[in-house]
Each structure stands twice: as structure tokens, then as C-alpha cells.
């Protein structure tokens, strides 16, 4: 078969392939990021590239504008090389660790474990003593005499028992093995490392002070990764990634699907390994530390991510009645994960409420610390989905509601993560309806990012360019508002100050699906709260978490009726708290235990069956609501 040249720009890597190979796959295999939400069905329109030269035979163009199609645009998915090829993939297309770094991961560097764990926190909330997952000790052995037969094992049990009270020690056969050359050869010095209770592994000399954890949050969009000293507590350093198996589908349901026979099991599980050990490697060069000097790993994620990191089938979690294989995982040798660090160390992973309430959410509630307030509070995890959890000291409920990644970009025509060139803040004047934005990194625009299109909506309703249904009024008589074959859209950025070269617009379909999408975060509020007697107002402190709601303007998002309409001072941001939860449990293990109970007092309510959420629902599909009574503050 003839083999065909593709080269990718602009990281310039080619790959030699079969004639006829899709353009996606072959970018898969170049180590080429392309963002590919639908998993490549052709239907997202999101995988652009520009054929810059060669031939492609291309299938699905409907996605495309004219003004694309003219420009050489293509989608990755539906288009096979006929000949060698060169492909621009635009910014907007790619997907890369350093546009989350530039964003997402400063927030976590600013964010301070250290005050919580050494100071305690200002507001008075459980303070966690210093207990790591896994600990090293020095051990000065003493030498053995005729008068003193103790096995070597035994001597080295004596000495961890004489400096940390531990009991029933045990150890595993490759350990043993290795003892007696090391204490021998090593002049009876020591470090031994020590995890759940047995003694996982010993190290030759004094590696005492080497000893470093990690703390992740599997996303189904992003990866991060915290390094942590476990000696002092310090977070050394973040990293943070695209997850690789967003190659195959935006949302945790089209990666079940993909997941369902072993061969899609071992493929997303080795990309999210790959995932996260690029991370790990990235941190361990940037502070010259050693695989091995890694000992301990906390996860946090949703309960799809966790059991596909794991390589066990999620594939019952989709189907009734929507079971896990497992909520609640023991312990893990490193060696059995994949994940590159010290094979003896341990994986731990925090537990999860229910098929869709998983991981990251235990981890929210224990980080915002509304587990042990008397007050009652919610927690409000505006990710690719939405998860709301109500509670206080004696009592948590939980729902996901069905909201959709619109808020990440998924569904809306210029929508992308927060990235150099996302527009994050708009105004549009109501007079001339022009419009005013700025983007991230204030690069040239390549679309709009969560905090954007939040600002798009509000704007364009206080100029009524759309009126309280999201209809957009065709008689506004500006050359913004247009008619296209696929319905009326505003431009909110011509062609000639587009980084993309392309008019940047928001369609009514758009504008729709953002609706649906606020209407359903609101709306699982409304009726979690109400299951439980709970007026809204009653909420004492409402909590937003997830990466996306470090960048919410309240004001704004009250404004469309996305957030309830409640005194402003209630509203605490606590950024990625999946992550600052499994630092927590990195940590201390009684942070680890308080998961444990929090995951199983936490009652799971499934609002897709409660006949007051459709009704509730319909009523949130307007901005803000029909009920304008439930939004005393907004005068439109
Ligand atoms: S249209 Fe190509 S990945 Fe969705």
C-alpha cells in the first residue's frame, strides 16, 4: 500500500501512514493533540485543520462555513489523506499542557495547604494533623551479637516499633529478600518506608528527607497534578494537562461506550496513565527529584475516570440501575497502576457516592469543610456536568444534574476552554451594539471560553439582542445579527480581528444550548433543596467549585438565572477542590477517614426520576426564569 507523509504544524512532527488513514487517527499517532469532543463522529465540529498542502478526501463538511471550506478547513475526523499532506492545526483546534498551565494551574499554586495543615484555617474549620500516606524512617539497626539472635526482620520491626509505636508489622516476601544484604552492605543504616500500617520497602542509607507525594485530580477534561513534600506538607510544584482520552469523546458516556470491550478499556486506561505520567515527569525534572523518591498518590475524580484509571469497566455505570463495580477502593501497590513512581509506594483513591456523584465531590465537600458546619451549606461543581450537594455536621444529599459541557464549550460553535485567546469578558453596548471583550493572555480572540459565554448571554439580553426566551430579535438592524442557512446568529468578532481569521459568532442554537445548560444547574438546586424541605433562600453559604468556577461573575450568573438569586456574600469560591481534597488525604489520613464517612452518609438523590424537576425545569429555560419573583434583583 502506498504510504502517505503527513506533517502537523505547528509542532512540525510527521508521521508516515497508509494511504487513506484518517486524519485524526493519524494524528493520534503523531503524539498531535487535536480537540475532538464527539470522539470523532463528525458531529461537534470541533476538529478543524487547514489542509495546507496535498490532497484529503473529506466527507462531513456541513460544520464548515463557506468561508472555511474555501480556506482549505477540514475536519480531522471525517477526512483520509490521499496523498502526502501538511496540516495547520489552529489554536483553537489543539490541545495542549501549556494552555491549561498559563490558566488553570496558577490558581493551585496560590492555593495554600500548608496554612490548613500547620496554622489552621481562619475560619475555624477541623485542622488535619501531619499523617502522610506513606512516611520514611531512618533506622540505625543495631548490630546483631551472640547474646542478641533476633532475625533480621525482627530487628528492623524493633526499631519502627521504638519510633512510632507500630504494631503487627508486616512486610512482603520481595522486602525480606532484600534485607540482608542491605542492612549488611549498608552498615545497619536504613530508611524504611512505611504505609498502611506495614513496612513497604526498604532503601539503603539515610533517604529520609527525600520523600515526595502526589495528589491528582483525574478530570474527564483536565489532569492536574500537585507535587507535595510529605516531610513538610509544601506543594513543591502543579502540573496540568488535557486528559488524551478526550481523544475519544468529551463527556464520561461517550468513554464508557468506547470502553465497553477490553480493547477500548486498555486504550483509555493507557491514556490516562500516559496522561498523568507525563505530568509526573514534567515535575520530577523541573525539581530534580528521582521516580523513586515518589511514595504515596491520592487520586480524586469522577467515578467513571477513577475506575477507568484503574482499568476496571465502567460500563455498568450507564446502565439501570447505574452500578459501580466499586465506591470505595483499598489501597494500591504503585506497581499495579501503571503510574510511574517508587513501585513500592502506595495509590490511594477517595471514594466515591454513586455512579454519578463520584470521587471529586467527596473531595469538594471535605475541602470546603461544610461537612462539619453547623450552618447548612451547598456545594455547587460546575464541570463538564454539575454535581450539588446540601448538608451541614449531621446530614449530605447529592444530585448531578444533566447540564452538559456548554460551559466548557462543548455544543457551542465558538466555545473552547479557557485558553490563550479565549474571550473571557464581554460588554456590548446596547446603542450601537458594539462589542468589547478581552481574551486570556490578550492574544488575538479564537473563541469563547466559560466566563465568556456567561458574559455574551447576560450582555446580549441587556442590550435585548435576545430577549427572555434567547431568541435573537432580527430587527435590530445591525450587521451583527444575521441570517446564515443555519439560522440567525451575532457576531460578536469580525473576520479581520479574529485570531482565527474567522468570523467569531453565537448562533441561536448556541445560545439555546446555554440555556438548557444553566437551566439544569439551577434547576437541580431548586429541587435538591426542595426534597429536603429547603426553600433556597434558606442556604446559608453556597460553595463553587470546579476549575471553570474560579472565573464566575456572580453578579452575571444570577443575572441569566444560572445561580440562585441570593445575598452575594454567601457565595464562596474554593477553585479545584477535587484536588485540595486529595492533598488533604495525601496528607493526613484522618482527612482519608473523614472522606470515607462522608462518602457513605451522603444520600444520593436521582432527580431524572422526581416528577417536580421537568416542571421546575421548564420553568428555568428563560432568562432568568419565568418565575421573576425567585430573581428579585435583576431589572431587565
Ligand atoms: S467533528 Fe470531528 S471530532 Fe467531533
Redesign the pocket.
Known amino acids: 500500500m502506498t504510504a502517505n507523509k503527513i506533517i502537523f504544524y505547528p509542532d512540525n512532527k510527521e508521521i508516515n501512514v497508509d494511504q487513506g488513514t484518517g486524519i ?1 487517527e493519524a494524528a493520534i499517532m503523531a503524539g498531535v493533540h ?15 485543520v487547514r489542509i495546507k498542502q496535498g490532497r484529503v478526501e473529506t466527507k ?1 463538511v456541513g ?1 464548515l462555513t463557506k468561508d472555511e471550506i474555501d480556506n482549505g478547513f477540514v ?4 477526512s483520509i489523506s490521499l496523498t502526502d499532506v501538511e496540516i495547520d492545526i489552529p489554536t483553537s483546534s489543539s490541545i495542549s499542557r501549556e494552555q491549561i498551565l498559563t490558566q488553570e494551574a496558577k490558581v493551585e499554586h496560590m492555593e495554600g495547604i500548608i496554612s490548613r495543615l500547620d496554622a489552621g484555617d481562619s475560619e475555624g474549620k477541623e485542622v488535619f494533623i501531619h499523617t502522610p500516606l506513606v512516611r520514611k524512617l531512618h533506622l540505625t539497626i543495631p548490630l546483631p551479637s551472640l547474646d542478641d539472635h533476633t532475625s533480621d526482620l525482627e530487628r528492623v520491626y524493633r526499631e519502627i516499633n521504638k519510633l512510632t509505636g507500630l504494631e503487627d508489622i508486616s512486610t512482603k516476601l520481595s522486602t525480606i529478600r532484600l534485607i540482608p544484604e542491605i542492612l549488611r552492605d549498608n552498615n545497619w543504616q536504613v530508611t524504611a518506608i512505611i504505609g498502611d500500617g506495614k513496612l513497604l520497602s526498604l532503601e539503603a542509607g539515610n533517604t529520609s528527607h527525600r520523600n515526595f507525594g502526589l495528589a491528582i485530580d483525574v478530570g474527564t477534561t483536565t489532569v492536574v497534578v500537585s507535587l507535595i513534600d510529605l516531610n513538610t506538607g509544601m506543594i513543591i510544584d502543579t502540573e496540568a494537562s488535557y486528559n488524551r482520552q478526550a481523544h475519544y469523546g468529551a463527556d464520561v458516556i461517550t468513554r464508557i461506550i468506547f470502553s465497553r470491550n477490553k480493547q477500548g478499556l486498555d486504550k483509555l486506561h493507557q491514556l490516562i496513565i500516559e496522561t498523568i505520567n507525563d505530568l509526573i515527569l514534567a515535575l520530577i525534572n523541573g525539581h530534580q527529584i528521582q521516580q523513586n523518591d515518589i511514595t504515596a498518590v491520592t487520586c480524586a475524580g469522577n467515578t467513571t475516570m477513577l475506575h477507568l484509571l484503574l482499568s476496571i469497566t465502567p460500563s455498568h455505570i450507564r446502565l439501570e440501575p447505574y452500578i459501580p463495580v466499586v465506591n470505595g477502593m483499598p489501597l494500591i501497590n504503585a506497581d499495579e497502576t501503571g503510574i510511574k513512581i517508587n513501585p513500592h509506594g502506595l495509590v490511594a483513591c477517595l471514594p466515591h457516592v454513586a455512579s454519578f456523584v463520584g470521587a471529586d465531590i467527596t473531595s469538594g465537600v471535605l475541602a470546603s469543610g461544610m461537612y462539619q458546619s453547623d450552618e447548612v451549606s451547598m456545594l455547587i461543581d460546575i464541570g463538564t456536568n454539575g454535581e450539588i450537594v446540601i448538608g451541614n455536621k449531621d446530614w449530605l444529599v447529592c444530585c448531578a444534574s444533566s447540564a452538559g459541557p456548554a460551559f466548557e464549550g462543548g455544543g457551542i460553535k465558538a466555545g473552547i476552554r479557557a485558553m490563550e485567546g479565549a474571550i473571557q469578558r464581554v460588554e456590548i453596548d446596547p446603542m450601537d451594539y458594539t462589542v468589547r471583550y478581552n481574551t486570556i493572555s490578550e492574544v488575538k480572540p479564537i473563541g469563547v471560553c466559560g466566563s465568556g459565554l456567561i458574559d455574551t448571554l447576560t450582555e446580549m439580553l441587556r442590550a435585548r439582542i435576545i430577549d427572555q426566551s434567547g431568541n435573537i430579535n432580527e430587527s435590530i438592524p445591525s450587521k451583527r445579527i444575521r441570517e446564515t442557512e443555519n439560522g440567525l446568529e451575532f457576531v460578536l468578532v469580525w473576520k479581520e480581528d479574529s485570531g482565527t481569521l474567522l468570523d467569531i459568532v453565537i448562533t441561536q442554537s448556541d445560545i439555546s444550548n446555554l440555556i438548557f445548560s444553566k437551566g439544569a444547574i439551577y434547576t437541580a438546586c431548586v429541587v435538591l433543596a426542595g426534597k429536603i424541605g429547603f426553600d433556597i433562600n434558606d442556604i446559608e453559604r453556597i460553595y463553587i467549585a470546579g476549575g471553570f468556577g474560579n472565573y464566575l461573575n456572580i453578579e452575571k450568573s444570577i443575572m441569566i438565572g444560572l445561580l440562585p438569586d441570593i445575598d452575594r456574600d454567601r457565595y464562596k469560591f474554593i477553585g479545584n477542590s477535587s484536588l485540595t481534597g486529595a492533598r488533604f488525604c495525601l496528607l493526613s489520613d484522618k482527612a482519608m477517614k473523614i472522606a470515607e464517612e462522608i462518602a457513605s452518609k451522603m444520600t444520593y438523590i436521582e432527580l431524572s426520576a422526581d416528577v417536580s424537576y421537568m416542571y421546575e425545569y421548564t420553568g428555568a429555560l428563560f432568562l432568568p426564569h419565568t418565575d421573576m419573583g425567585r430573581f428579585p434583583s435583576v431589572q431587565l
Open positions: 485524526l487535536i480537540n475532538s469532543p464527539c470522539g470523532g463522529k463528525g458531529v461537534c465540529g470541533k476538529c478543524k462531513t460544520l475536519l480531522a475526523c471525517g
